[in-house]
């Protein structure tokens, strides 16, 4: 019933800007904290940037801060991920999450709904 589903992925080159999307549905997503995690081949699953259930407050991994936004508009039942200055270290797949609190949430084990991920390709 709950779901999450990215979009907004793509090829993009180096210095270029995407922004993903996740709508979600079948839950009570407006008062949960989201989060948005990447994992690219070989690499461990990790979390880009997250926010709490009404977007007050934020927190982003030091990899992606100030190149990254992460923001949302719960009455459309949507969170995004705007990306600029990406960098060939940014290609991996992007995925949605939905954590088990209201406030920020840091770690991947307590979200407990995923999307299916969308791809982004950042070329040198």
């Known amino acids: 019933q709950a779901q999450l589903v990215e979009s907004g992925g793509g090829l993009v080159q180096a210095g270029g800007s995407l922004r993903l999307s996740c709508v979600y549905s079948g839950g009570a997503f407006g008062f949960a904290g989201m989060g948005w995690f990447r994992q690219a081949p070989g690499k461990e699953r990790e979390l880009v940037a997250a926010?709490?259930?009404?977007?007050?407050?934020?927190r982003y991994a030091d990899s992606v801060d100030t190149r990254f936004t992460i923001s949302r508009d719960n009455g459309k039942n949507t969170v995004y991920l705007q990306m600029n200055s990406l960098k060939p270290e940014d290609t991996a797949v992007y995925y949605c999450a939905r954590a088990r609190a209201v406030t920020v949430v840091t770690s991947r084990d307590a979200y407990d709904i995923w999307g299916q991920g969308t791809q982004v390709t950042v070329s040198s």
């Open positions: 926010i709490s259930g009404i977007g007050a407050s934020k």
